[in-house]
């Protein structure tokens, strides 16, 4: 069987697994589940630009929060529906990439990751600044009323968790072709040896241009759809924790692979509910985490899975 | 026809002028070698022509237009084809992906086509990387040669390679040579007087010398410049 | 008060800012420049000073001139020793590698901080000052009978933030004489230049990392010993150093001493006198959004020579 059909069935197959998961699983779980979905296509944006283009970005909390304002103050303050509002949400964040890309892609390595943090940093600022439309810190909530699709309450856990999974399934498998694409392999080409990618003839800017926009706007998706999906608009999302959660969530679970996001992000959730049961200092479990994982298992979980055992894995 | 020319090429690093207005003409179908000792400023030229390194100062005109404000990776499409001094070939990736990338498609049957004129076809599954180095060097020739240029550029192709792969080297050029337009920088003198039509010789960013090898090897101030022109120097 | 003493009122905090930023951001810089990597963690080295601070005067009681100075001691060399092990342990089996690096950093900032946050607990504690009256400051107007000096209501400092700004100046001549006069300041302005050079010298260059990985560390330490008496300790506390001595390194330019300390002027300076007449939050945003800038479209900074 060939490499690319193999891949549509593993990417096929993990889909049924987590459809028929919706109605297994006690709501309690199914809601978790939901949720880490929606975290997975934040971190599947998040591996688009770091684990296959090879760029380290420390401000991804910015397009995803983007995406959530975007949809949060559309629907708070203008009374705009769910999905006109999701649409706004995504655009925002592809702008947002867009002229970030622009500015930051200036810069390499060091300066490129500085460079996204301070700029998500000032949005994340801006945020609390304007606190009297954002409600700053605390954040606002998105009535049961307004969370509904063309009469599908989505505060129902079933139609919530359907909708993560469709969300999921829509990033999983766009990038996971994307990748196959010459797009794709020009992206990998870029992060293995950027010089002699040059001298093939490929424009490396502009492919890097697309990748922050592709990876912002899947981020941003994300973004809109947490706010949506669970209610809640607030300047934690745009905070330096929600740039460091996809970075750990991608070492996790394989950067460079297209289940890896899914796992990573499965893991770290579950981690730290289980540790914050024990302290409020849960956050630390993070710490040691990155730092065991930059030490001794750079590829992550399916990294080591494809290094070891299944070399065709996507 | 002149299928490159530099008028006045020009490079300062800071205060050291690495590339001193330098007028150069390369007709089409010539394999044409560019020597001299280390730090002439061969590699900073040839850097400028590919647009790796910008110009300080000077034109750069190749196939008829002037290309000196075009990016790397617009001449590269123009026709330009650079292999680099120390070896740049996608190290983990397999050499079926590293062609793939050069022809800018995957088709099986042209990808090994390509890895066939280097005699790799039988390995293109393995990892890049754990090739040795000299059959590294002659992936990154395959992945030059598959991009059809019309002219070749390659910097210090033999550096590194044993006695054996150096003959299998001079006569791949030589298979070239009807295809594409070549221009090397070299170290090998045999190499060198073996394979060129023309020699130019740089010596400290300027052009000391250019002619036939028979010309190169009798001229006087070359000889100085290498205290001894004519021994391989490798 | 009048425009002229509240302008004057906001300089002296923003002196005693800047004083404090110049110290933290040099332990940033010497790690920039002799070892090429970024710290993320230092602003988490700052806050354990303050946090040891807090916990050996509160042990040593009784005058609080003696609690503060075992701290001063005590903070630095402590801080200073953890960042050796965090090197020897992490940093170095990375090989300085600048992203894994900053991967680790990140991963360690989170470690140091909720250890905190476990032991010293979420509050903010002060520690008493050594000494602390307070001083008026006079100011001076044209009035109906030519000059007048008088001593406008609420423009005073006190004689501890004073101690402040002289002791960082004390301390940042003696670094300065440290780095450019001593055989230790050789080395790591040696390693600084060239590593491989260095090494075929036989200058122990892991080891001269190491040191400057403590030293610097130390030095963040140093400076939140001197400001946890005006400030108080408290987990949280090591975010706004970080950001403001990235900002005073990325401004000032990698590996240049004088760059470090004008920045730290500057930055301290607008950073207190921007939060006194408009909002905190203001001063943060136009800071990072002046850091980003600079990298994109200047990345040696305004003094160095040499970019990140």
Redesign the interface.
Known sequence: MSGAKKSLLLHLGLIAILFALGFLLPVYHQGNLARILVLATYAIGYNVLFGYTGLLSLGHAMFFSAGMYGLGLAMHHGGVPAVPAFVIGVIASALLSAAVAVLALRTLGVAFMIVTLMFAQAGFLTILYFGAWTRGDEGFVLPQAVREVAGLDLTDPMTRYMTALLLFSAALLVTARMMQMRFGNVLVAVRENEERTTMLGYDVFKHKFVAVVISGTLSGAAGAAYGLLFGYVGATFASVQYSIFPLLWVLLGGAGTTIGPLVGAFFTFYLIDYASSLTSAYMLIVGLVLVLLILFARAGIMGEVRKRWAGWLP | MTLLETRGLTRHFGGLTAVDTVDFQLPAGQVHALIGPNGAGKSTFVGMVAGRIPASAGEVWFDGADVTDLPAHARIRLGMAYTFQITAVYARLSLFDNVALALRQRSEPDVLAALDRVGLADRSAQIAGDLAYGHQRLLEIAMGIAQQPRLLILDEPTQGLAESEIEGFNALISRLRAETTILLIEHNMDVVMALADVITVLDAGRVLASGTPEAIRADAAVQEVYLGAGHAQA | MDFGPYLLLASLEGAVGASVLALTALGLSLVFGVMRV?NVAHGEFFMLGAVIAWFVASQIGGQPALGFVAALIIAPLVVGGLAIVADRL?LK??AYN???T???T??????????A??TYG?DARPVEPPFNSRIAIPWFEFGEEGFEIYYPWGLSTTSYKLFVIAAAVVMLLGIWALLSRSKLGLLMRATQLDRETARAFGIPVERVYSLVFGFGAGLAALAAVLIVPIQQAHYLMGGDPL?LS?IVV?LGGLGSLRGTLVAALLIGMSDGIISVFF?P??A??IA??L???V???R?QGLFGKK??
């Open positions: 970024v992490v089996r990375v600048p992203e894994a900053i991967v680790a990140i991963g360690m900032l989170y470690i140091i901080q909720q250890a946050l476990m979420p950001l990235f990325i909002s939050t203001l943060k945003i990072t959004m850091v980003a800038l990298l994109v479209f990345p970019a990140l």
